[in-house]
């Protein structure tokens, strides 16, 4: 006997569909052979393909608040919280790098000012950014638009993280080098 068809169920199959298969590997008719209905069952529980791919988008940022709310949990510098945050961000990526390509698909809508569609999405943006702006307002960063100083860090996480996946061959060593070396210089960029 089939468990009755939810939202829930399908946003999961279809995260499982990513990670096996990447975004190009999804289509509601495959998520709904999946889940063995038929793909118009589906439309009772999400509006269409987009509207599945935000789900899983907004599922994957509220991981990634996770992460960061547990990396700068026994942290109480604002400066280690910002190095703790680009670490996490880029982990994330690494571990799950399908679901970190569907999460941009869906920006944080505070980086176009724009009220808050996907909370979770908003949420991810916010919490490293209240480190941004306290290692500022402590003087331990110095006197910088904290927009302009936010939208630096998280470009050069992603930008880290989007070279790390390319496949260039890195081994550990280089991959940890790689991150400390984008993070230091992120950070030392900001000191006062």
Do not use: N
């Amino acid at each position: 006997m089939r468990a009755p068809l939810t939202r829930d169920a399908i946003v999961a199959a279809t995260r499982s569909m990513i990670i096996d298969r990447g975004i190009e590997g999804v289509s509601l008719r495959e998520v709904a052979k999946e889940l063995g209905v038929t793909a118009p069952a589906l439309y009772a529980h999400v509006t269409d393909k987009r509207d599945l791919l935000a789900a899983v988008a907004e599922g994957q940022f509220a991981r990634l608040v996770e992460r960061f709310e547990a990396a700068v949990s026994d942290v109480t510098d604002p400066v280690d919280q910002v190095r703790a945050s680009g670490r996490a961000y880029i982990e994330c990526a690494l571990e799950e790098p399908e679901l970190f390509k569907v999460m941009f698909l869906f920006p944080p809508a505070a980086l176009a000012g724009e009220a808050p569609e996907h909370p979770a999405a908003t949420a991810a943006f916010e919490l490293p950014s209240a480190a941004t702006i306290a290692a500022i307002e402590s003087g331990a960063f110095r006197s910088i638009d904290p927009t302009m100083a936010i939208l630096a860090q998280w470009a050069a996480c992603h930008g880290a993280a989007t070279v790390l996946l390319m496949g260039l061959g890195f081994d550990d060593v280089a991959r940890e080098q790689l991150v400390d070396a984008v993070i230091d210089t992120m950070v030392r960029g900001l000191l006062a």
